[in-house]
């Protein structure tokens, strides 16, 4: 039989009948550990080996900042972490992954070097950040660069593709055709390396202006949907932005229910996000009248300027 990338492949399935011990195992799942109890309770511990997750979401609205938070929740966990960027730099990304650590805005990263890698050298983990260029890159090319990573004895636990959308294919010039190839891909990716892959997904212009985001509104190709194993959406207005506040929708889950939305906390300049049942963010939302970690940021920044800090 062949396999998806050539050669041969002796393996003829999972035996039923005694393949009880090896279904039930809690460690086939726990790579893909979320930071958020609510969603691994929905993915009955995780995202499995072979699974593809998919965050969608309109321009800026913090899907990346997601796709970090999962990506350093993995690598507390004591995991190895593989994370492609096809939008933002290595450096940039890096600096995100610092500030979710640390906890300090990413914009002082900077500031503080000494708390940063004695944060990093606590960590139990392993993180690598690899940039491609946006619209060059495909799914062969990520699969060549997972060979060379085994190779050099670094065995990855979790990708991480932010995001898929921006990799090419050579399938078609239509780019919903390219996109269906694309996931299809990134789908048999996961399922022959037995990794769990969480990317992200642009939703369309109504999408994005809308306060709880459905599945019909994915940008070019509804297949991305149908081939992923688990999509929730990230729905942020401007006023959201401004408090720190948006609106998680699971979109798909092949692990249990779905069509469920929840109220989430944000905090964009560490990475911190929380996801709550709807109507009990009382506890982490901003007083009344308080000021949002937002508003404080700049209120701090506009003082600084001011006094010549």
Avoid at 84 to 107: H, M, N, Q, W
Avoid at 245 to 267: E, F, L, P
Wanted: aromatic share 8%; charged share 25%; hydrophobic share 35%.
């Amino acid at each position: 039989m062949l396999s998806l990338y050539g050669g041969t492949d002796s393996h003829l399935g999972h035996e039923y009948s005694d393949g009880l011990e090896h279904r039930i195992r809690e460690e086939a799942r726990n790579r893909g550990v979320t930071t958020w109890p609510l969603i691994n309770k929905l993915l009955c511990g995780g995202l499995g080996q072979g699974d593809l997750g998919m965050i969608a979401g309109g321009p800026g609205g913090g899907k990346s900042w997601a796709l970090v938070a999962l990506g350093a929740q993995a690598v507390k966990m004591g995991y190895t972490v593989v994370h492609y960027t096809l939008e933002l730099s290595e450096k940039y990304v890096g600096r995100r992954y610092d500030a979710c650590f640390t906890e300090i805005p990413v914009g002082e990263i900077t500031l503080h070097k000494d708390e940063v890698q004695k944060k990093i050298e606590e960590l139990r983990g392993g993180l690598y950040i690899r940039e491609y260029p946006a619209g060059q890159a495909t799914v062969n090319t990520i699969h060549a660069h997972l060979e060379k990573c085994m190779q050099q004895n670094i065995e990855p636990d979790l990708i991480i593709i932010d995001y898929a959308d921006l990799l090419t294919s050579k399938a078609s010039k239509e780019k919903r055709d390219k996109l269906d190839d694309i996931y299809t891909n990134l789908r048999g990716l996961a399922t022959e390396m037995k990794l769990p892959i969480w990317t992200a997904s642009q939703v369309n212009r109504s999408g994005a202006r809308e306060d709880i985001i459905q599945g019909d509104r994915m940008a070019e190709s509804y297949s991305k949907m149908m081939i992923t194993d688990f999509a929730m959406s990230l729905s942020r207005n401007a006023e959201d932005k401004e408090n720190g506040t948006g609106r998680w929708h699971v979109m798909k889950n092949r692990y249990g229910a779905d069509g469920i939305t929840y109220d989430s906390v944000m905090d964009t300049a560490i990475g911190k996000i929380a996801i709550n049942i709807r109507g009990n963010n009382r506890n982490d939302q901003t007083p009344q009248g308080g000021i949002s970690p937002a508003q404080r940021r700049r209120l701090r920044g506009e003082s600084e300027n001011f006094f010549g800090f």
